[in-house]
């Protein structure tokens, strides 16, 4: 009898196995296989016995049942948990913009504090896979502030008044563009030193400088958040903290008349929380389809007797163990 098992690129046939047993042995009966290995695998499935023979190798071995059992007694480390969090609706933030520009009237300074609507959303992974949890890693955090205009009175003198100036902000955009990780504080405290992030948006000002432009410009800052556990398998950020960024203009795209342009943009993110449920990664699906299968199977025969993905159990290579372990989370 054969029965058909399909991985990527390679049609396995399997079938049913019985050697006869003698006085001394009984009597096996299991499914053989023959492999790209050029050998076979037999599991027996009453005795949970799992032997392997190469032609090429001609390495024979096989794995217990007690094998098996101290094997998923084994704690792994890289079960996480991972979670896709994001704003609620009508989430706020509010927003300082600095600006410092410097004419033949010489250097002013002026700020506008708003309080405008964002969108954000992330993912995180939280180890270990169930609270409390001791590390975070942010793999994507996304700001997405509404459109506004901030107003400025620049060049003050006395009896002459100020000049003004509007700059109106619209698609601005802070992407984080690396993984950051922190160890969880006992209180969950979790902080994120230079920090990656990229700022894109669009301005235009009015006013004593009148100039279009675009912002597209990677920069570090620090990101802190508190990490909260919830029911039902709810986790939260919140107290949310970004250092201020700075945008030095480029020169070449400055007004005439205009010499220098800073903008500094600063954003007090205590109204915004990000929520969502996490779930237990599984770090036996080798190829994240959300199932441990015959895909799964082929990576780790493909691995086989070097260091790879499919190395489950940590020890370097990947060997019977880490088929053991596979095997065990089939499905």
Request: proline letters at 5%; charged letters at 10%; a negative charge.
């Amino acid at each position: 009898m054969h029965v058909p098992f399909i991985a990527p690129m390679t049609l396995w046939r399997f079938r049913v196995v019985c050697l006869r047993g003698t006085d001394s042995r009984p009597s096996l009966c299991g499914l053989a296989t023959t492999s790209p290995l050029r050998g076979f695998i037999m599991l027996n499935v009453s005795s949970c016995a799992l032997s392997f023979r190469s032609d090429r190798s001609r390495v024979a071995f096989s794995i217990g049942a007690a094998v098996l059992a101290a094997t998923l007694l084994t704690p792994d480390a890289r079960g996480d948990s991972v979670a896709q969090v994001s704003s609620p609706a009508g989430a706020s933030m509010i927003a300082t913009m600095t600006i410092t520009i410097t004419t033949a009237l010489g250097t002013s300074s002026d700020s506008d504090t708003k309080t405008i609507a964002i969108l954000a959303n992330g993912s995180a992974q939280l180890a270990p896979s169930a609270p409390p949890w001791n590390g975070v890693t942010i793999d994507a955090l996304h700001l997405d502030p509404a459109d506004t205009t901030f107003h400025f009175d620049l060049y003050c003198f006395p009896f002459i008044g100020c000049q003004p100036l509007d700059v109106a902000v619209s698609g601005l955009t802070i992407d984080s563009t690396a993984p950051m990780s922190s160890i969880v504080t006992a209180s969950g405290g979790a902080t994120f030193p230079n920090a990656n992030f990229l700022v894109r948006g669009a301005y235009s000002t009015t006013g004593v400088a009148t100039a279009t432009g675009t912002l597209d410009d990677a920069t570090t800052a620090t990101f802190a958040c508190r990490v909260q556990a919830l029911a039902k398998s709810q986790v939260k950020f919140d107290q949310l903290s970004l250092a201020p960024i700075v945008n030095v203009v480029d020169a070449a795209s400055l007004p005439s008349g205009v010499t220098a342009l800073t903008i500094t943009f600063a954003s007090n993110l205590t109204n915004t929380t990000l929520s969502g449920m996490y779930v237990a990664a599984n770090p036996y699906d080798l190829n994240g389809d959300g199932v441990v299968d015959a895909a799964d199977l082929s990576t780790l025969l493909a691995q086989w007797g070097v260091a790879g993905s499919a190395d489950l159990d940590g020890d370097g290579l990947v060997g019977a163990a880490d088929l053991a372990i596979l095997l065990s989370n089939w499905g």
